[in-house]
């Protein structure tokens, strides 16, 4: 008996060494490319700029006399690394700042412009150099649309009617001092926030208060450029908390001819707790596992608040808009705290991948987003340190997600397996597909689990595919960085896919996301 069990053990041992690698790990993921779903909208992929530590001032505007090349005060690396990744727009200026904000302090001529304090972010001085006129010169330069948030917390009607006025009216008083400022035409606004976090920074209102503030903004917030139909959106949930929703949509279903809205904010970020205290680097498998999974909780997020919507707006008429979302990290050791001055790793860029991926899913309902924040603030795109800038993991998740602007979702099932460490488990792998603008067949993949690989297979029904290519973001650690030094640790490479009988395989490894071009 002892050596008929020796020989069964070496027949095991010796079948799992020729096991091609992965091959009992191989995960099909099946898309259906017949049966067309909604449009994921180009303006998940938004921005978002706040008055906060270096996001402008250093991030975005250097001045027009700064050695830094720029046109027009705006820094030229900048604007061309955005207009890479195809920026839909930006949102603009805040955030908390933007209930303090007033724009007659940021018009006219830079000497004679009153600067005050930033209490929100550091209480340094806000020059206001950077302003309206600077800001719409910006979105052009990127080939963005505008979204401004509009000061409910400590404004007035009037002050917000008379900014758009400004923005976007001729033959007034105010169309002509936009015009003496040096732009005659009126401007584009796409959206109008009716506020920011009214239920918290922005004046701490309760639903039914922030209710009648809105109905009135909304009456009063006239766009007069008739080349375009502004948007507004209306302050919205605190990640889970539903009275906000309840409230403006019950309003909504039930609203006068005067007022209207076109989307409901959401903000929710990453953070694992509050203040916000999870490191940057130097993380291990606990800290990654903790983050990626309250990440996934996003996905419960929309649906908690797409339920209520659904009742009051099954037509989805009115978008859910996640304009504040990412990863909130202690800030860098050396900075000033109040600058949310954070690195950007690997881990973060599966941060932003899962994200995009549940938000296209929800396309349907979910038809803006935007990360917090562009450059040098939270999650962002960009780092910049005087003259130099660094792209981050982040950045690359954005450029190469570029084919899924305006793109058409496609059903795509798997089975994920289960990626655990200790108490926490999730999915394995997560993929979303969509027929880009191109024709082609687009597919995002990730590999979320920490250590292992893995072999996907692509199977579209009632397709042979004939070429696959793509890139694959990965690096050697899940806490790997780009820096001024080393820019180049994180960044995409190309990724190697096989063709079996029609059908794209392809192995993962840990930590990595790819994007593949199916025809």
Not at 158 to 183: F, I, K, M, P, S
Not at 206 to 231: D, G, I, T, V
Not at 288 to 300: H, P, S
């Amino acid at each position: 008996m002892k050596k008929i069990l020796q020989l069964i053990a070496c027949v095991t041992v010796l079948a799992t060494a020729t096991m091609p690698a992965g091959a009992a790990d191989q995960i099909t993921v099946s898309i259906d490319a017949g049966a067309a779903g909604p449009t994921i909208d180009r303006h998940l992929f938004g921005q978002f700029a706040e008055h906060l530590g270096h996001g402008i001032y250093g991030g975005v505007w250097v001045g027009r006399d700064s050695p830094i090349p720029n046109t027009r005060g705006i820094r030229n690396d900048v604007v061309a690394a955005l207009k890479a990744i195809k920026v839909p727009n930006v949102r603009w200026p805040g955030g908390c700042f933007a209930d303090e904000y007033h724009w007659r302090n940021g018009i006219g001529p830079a000497a004679q412009r009153r600067a005050g304090r930033n209490p929100n972010w550091g209480g340094v001085v806000e020059p206001n150099t950077f302003g309206t006129d600077e800001f719409m010169d910006f979105v052009g330069q990127l080939g963005a649309e505008a979204y401004i948030s509009a000061n409910v917390g400590s404004g007035t009607r009037q002050e917000a009617a008379e900014w758009l006025e400004y923005l976007t009216a001729e033959q007034t008083a105010l169309g002509d001092e936009r015009a003496a400022n040096g732009h005659a035409a009126p401007y584009k606004v796409a959206f109008w926030g009716i506020g920011n976090e009214s239920w918290g920074c922005g004046g701490a209102m309760s639903a039914e208060h922030y209710l009648e503030e809105l109905k009135a903004y909304s009456r009063f917030s006239r766009n007069y450029n008739p080349a375009q139909q502004m948007r507004q959106i209306a302050v919205g949930p605190d990640g889970a908390k539903t009275e906000y929703t309840e409230t403006i949509m019950r309003a909504w279903a039930s609203k006068t001819w005067s007022w209207n809205i076109d989307g409901l904010s959401l903000h929710s970020y990453t953070l694992n707790g509050w203040p916000p205290s999870v490191k940057a680097t130097g993380f291990g498998e606990e800290e990654y596992a903790r983050f990626i999974k309250e990440t996934l909780g996003m996905d419960a997020l929309i649906r908690k608040h797409g339920a209520i919507m659904d009742r009051y707006d099954p037509q989805k008429k009115v978008a859910l808009v996640v304009d504040e979302w990412g990863s909130w990290l202690a800030p860098t050791p050396g900075t000033d705290p109040g600058f949310l001055m954070q690195q950007n790793s690997q881990r973060d860029a599966m941060v932003a991948a899962l994200n995009l991926n549940i938000f296209a899913r929800h396309a349907a309902r979910v038809r803006m987003a935007n990360i917090a924040q562009m450059i040098n603030v939270l999650q962002a795109m960009i780092l910049t340190d005087q003259e130099k800038m660094v792209l981050t993991p982040t950045y690359h998740v954005f450029k190469m997600y570029v084919p899924f602007h305006d793109a058409t979702l496609l059903p795509a099932t798997f089975k994920a397996g289960t990626y655990r460490h200790g108490q926490y488990a999730m999915p394995r792998v997560d993929a979303m597909a969509a027929r880009g603008t191109d024709g082609k067949l687009w597919v995002a993949l990730a590999n979320i689990d920490f250590k292992r690989p893995v072999e996907l297979a692509l199977a579209v029904a009632g397709k042979t595919v004939s070429t696959a290519s793509g890139q694959v973001l990965s690096s050697p650690h899940a806490d790997s960085v780009n820096t001024f030094a080393a820019p180049d640790t994180v960044k995409p490479a190309a990724l190697d896919v096989k063709l079996v009988n029609g059908k794209p395989v392809l192995m993962l490894a840990p930590r990595s996301i790819a994007v593949l071009a199916l025809e």
